[in-house]
């Protein structure tokens, strides 16, 4: 839904564009000015895959590049890079929003406020759906992602284990040990045992259903019997 609404009015700008043409520096300025700016401002709050930002820089860039005096197949690549390296300096709705949910991410998370209230819920809920004992944020994502449903919170996972970063919020306390030596038990599976996703979601499946995060919770207290 959220990328239909921003498709759709990527469209009405370019037909407004069309009926009503400009200079072309005054293009660019309306393009830095307004145009990006009423899509940027919204960009903290939306949970576009890669996808679908990626869709959303076709729409909004390939009907505008020739109103800025630039070939419509400017590589995907340069046209993102500054122009002292070559490029145009044109925003890509992909890093920019992981930038803007990160930065929310940062101010609010850990706080005593509303939007500290809903980052700490969305944390809890998917801490508990991987079930590990790692931080969610610290975990690989390309591995434990399946384990979740996409929400916001999963769409900055991405955008940082893609680029490397590194967050750490002392505030949000991860499930740890009920005994010595326990594990968790989606860990041991991801880690020791090469099974594929479906077999993996199955047993994820159950494991909530049963309320369960580590092998405490189904072996007997000397832990040598399930």
Not at 15 to 35: A, D, G, N, V, Y
Not at 49 to 56: Q, S, Y
Not at 104 to 122: P, Q
Not at 146 to 152: A, E, S
């Amino acid at each position: 839904k959220q990328i239909e609404e921003f498709i759709g009015k990527a469209r009405k700008i370019h037909e407004s564009m069309r009926s009503c043409p400009l200079p072309r520096h005054l293009t660019w300025l309306s393009f830095k000015q307004s145009i990006w700016k009423s899509i940027e401002y919204i960009l903290s709050a939306t949970a576009f895959t890669e996808e679908e930002a990626i869709k959303l820089g076709k729409e909004l860039y390939r009907p505008l590049l020739p109103k800025l005096g630039c070939n419509r197949n400017f590589p995907l690549l340069l046209r993102y890079n500054l122009p002292h390296l070559l490029g145009l300096g044109l925003k890509d709705p992909w890093f920019e929003q992981g930038f803007a949910k990160l930065s929310y991410f940062v101010t609010y998370g850990g706080t005593d406020t509303a939007e500290g209230g809903l980052i700490a819920s969305c944390m809890e809920h998917h801490q508990l759906e991987v079930g590990s004992f790692t931080p969610l944020l610290q975990l690989e994502y390309k591995k434990y992602s399946i384990l979740t449903t996409n929400t916001w919170l999963t769409t900055l996972w991405k955008f940082i284990s893609e680029y490397k970063i590194e967050v750490c919020n002392q505030a949000y306390i991860s499930p740890g040990m009920i005994r010595e030596k326990d594990q968790s038990i989606m860990d041991i599976l991801m880690r020791d045992h090469n099974l594929k996703d479906s077999v993996l979601k199955s047993v994820n499946r159950v494991r909530c259903n049963l309320k369960i995060i580590s092998l405490a919770k189904i072996t007997r207290g000397d832990g040598k019997q399930v």
